[in-house]
């Protein structure tokens, strides 16, 4: 059994642990600007205009059952949909705002078909809901809402009542948590403090200096909700109260994340995009390569986090050709690795990992992994192994790896051809 004691999280994170890999699912009004999620933000776009896009959303190629296909073919267990983003356009049917997808020319509840077509792929249900909202009436004006710099913002802002909107979010949650039968995952987004003095976008009227935390969303009312109405539900800490998961953004941690107080080992999910940006953005060209995808995969694993890879449908509702391409990488190596990563977590501290590789360890502690991420010239050293090890082969095709004893040096011998996969994996019998 794998040595490491993990924080007892309030929620059924054991499942989470074992099935590592998921999908996050960005789908929403941006999809049509195609230049960012936060175009309504960045761009301080007014209401008038941006409901240009609400009145022609109409992804007519949307078909849950093909996203959930692909989802499944990349070897992805679970998924996370933006059931709301911070635009506060909502993809289910909800009777608390007409702000939907079923008033759209689509008329669709995307939630319930998403739901519906990833369940039955056996694929688990998270919803991502965003704390933020820049549609919602009553929600105060801060430094990242749209109308920040309206010469009449202060006066906008008079009579927005964030008890209202609160409110308004456990209505929602309750929707969403008792009309979709079991979710799997909530995944709030997101908390910030004021901005720095001097920065443009805090104004000196904006309330709590124009950030938001657990007070203003009255977070802890709303995941008491969440746990009253789903027992055992996956919950992320970005209601800025701490739950069962740590969620590293766009960037990859070393080592395994550890409790700040505590010190304890945590349930963590990096989130990782193909290009930059979560919502479609047709112009961006910073698509990660296949080898940097796997990379991303591989490295979380080996420090025992889960990744949570990110698809933006286009306007249309389907997953354009980078995308497609993107989860074909995953697809044609998770189609013979899966075992190095489901149910696999960080090595034992016995074991260090040769330069250029990655290792994983089964959580039976009877399989060791060890990824070559640089491919070595005809072997590989690695220490402190040879009088544990019994067999090694080869993960993609289980052909033996001859290997000979230097001391408790284990030397693999290495065909001089890399094999024909883009990360060869040596799975080593302990
Ligand atoms: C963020 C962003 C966002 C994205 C998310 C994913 O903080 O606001 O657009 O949905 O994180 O982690």
């Given at each position: 059994m794998s040595s490491y004691s993990i924080k007892k999280t309030p929620g059924d994170t054991d499942w989470f642990r074992h099935d590592r890999f998921g999908m996050f699912i960005h789908f929403g009004l941006y999809a049509l600007p195609?230049?960012?999620?936060?175009i309504k933000s960045y761009e301080c776009i007014p209401e008038e205009k941006y409901n240009l896009y609400f009145e022609n959303f109409n992804p007519d190629l949307f078909d849950a059952r093909d996203w959930a296909r692909q989802a499944k073919a990349a070897g992805m267990k679970y998924a996370v949909l933006t059931t709301k983003h911070h635009e506060g356009f909502c993809l289910f049917d909800s009777q608390?705002?007409?702000?939907?997808?079923?008033?759209?020319?689509?008329?669709?509840?995307i939630v319930r078909e998403y739901v519906d077509a990833f369940r039955a792929e056996g694929l688990k249900i998270g919803f991502y809901y965003s704390l933020?909202?820049?549609?919602?009436?009553?929600f105060p004006i801060d430094r990242f809402h749209p109308r920040r710099n309206d010469p009449d913002a202060e006066m906008q802002d008079e009579g927005r009542d964030m008890h209202i909107y609160a409110a308004y979010m456990r209505d929602q949650v309750r929707e969403l948590l008792t009309n979709?039968?079991?979710?799997?995952i909530l995944w709030f987004d997101f908390s910030y403090d004021a901005p720095p003095a001097g920065d443009p976008n805090g104004k000196p009227w904006m309330r709590n200096g124009g950030g938001k935390g657990k007070e203003q969303w009255e977070a802890e009312a709303l995941i008491a909700l969440a746990r009253e109405l789903q027992p055992g539900i996956i919950i992320d800490n970005r209601a800025d109260l701490e739950q069962d998961l740590w969620t590293p953004e766009q960037w990859q941690p070393t080592e395994w994340i550890k409790h700040e107080k505590t010190g304890e080992f945590v349930t963590w999910e990096a989130c990782q995009t193909f290009s930059g940006s979560w919502g479609y953005f047709r112009d961006e060209m910073s698509w990660k390569s296949p080898e940097m995808l796997l990379h991303l995969l591989i490295d979380t694993v080996s420090c025992g986090g889960n990744l949570l890879m990110n698809v933006g449908p286009t306007g249309r509702g389907n997953f354009d050709s980078r995308a497609q391409k993107a989860l074909n990488v995953f697809e044609d190596w998770m189609r013979y690795h899966g075992r190095s990563i489901y149910g696999c977590t960080m090595a034992e501290p016995e074991f260090k990992a040769p330069a250029g590789t990655k290792l994983t360890q089964s959580e039976d502690g009877k399989r060791l992994y060890i990824h070559l991420e640089t491919y070595p010239f005809d072997s590989l050293a690695m220490e402190n192994l040879a009088d544990k090890m019994k067999y090694a082969q080869f993960?993609?095709?289980a052909s033996e790896i001859l290997w000979e004893k230097d001391g408790n040096r284990v030397i693999f011998k290495l065909p001089a051809v890399k094999p024909d996969v883009l990360v060869p994996v040596i799975e080593v019998i302990l």
């Open positions: 195609a230049r960012h999620e936060w608390y705002t007409d702000y939907k997808s079923t008033n759209t020319p689509f008329k669709r509840d933020i909202d820049w549609h919602h009436p009553s979709y039968g079991k979710i799997d993960l993609h095709d």
